[in-house]
């Protein structure tokens, strides 16, 4: 008797992990689905390299004239940080005995030209 109930306990949990795998697998119509998405985007990629290639202009100049007025703003946000930075720097140098790269490295401070990094003209 408990020989036949290990048995079908055995077939039971073969047969959850086989529903289990099934249910995990993705539909026909889901399958579909995701086929159709796929192919639809893969058109619209095609597309735009296409128009790439051929070297249209696919930003207009009203994002471009706003893309760079951002950045035109952002320069100037940094440029201005900056001399508040050294403004600061220097007015601390007044009273510091030693000279301004030793006081960078004791505050810990990385400059831009340390870092090779300039200011976009």
């Known amino acids: 008797m408990s020989k036949a109930t290990e048995t079908l306990q055995t077939e039971v949990n073969s047969l959850t992990q086989k529903h289990k795998k099934l249910q995990s697998n993705m539909t026909l119509c889901e399958a579909k689905a995701d086929l159709q998405k796929i192919t639809v985007e893969c058109q619209d990629m095609s597309e735009k390299l296409n128009k790439l290639r051929n070297g249209a202009v696919l930003i207009t100049k009203e994002v471009k004239n706003e893309v760079y007025s951002a950045q ?50």
């Open 72 to 121: 035109d703003l952002k320069v100037k946000a940094w440029r201005k940080r900056k001399r508040m930075a050294m403004d600061i720097v220097d007015a601390i140098l007044e009273g510091y005995p030693k000279p301004k790269k030793t006081l960078f490295e004791d505050i810990g401070i990385e400059t831009d030209e340390d870092c090779k990094v300039a200011l976009p003209k």
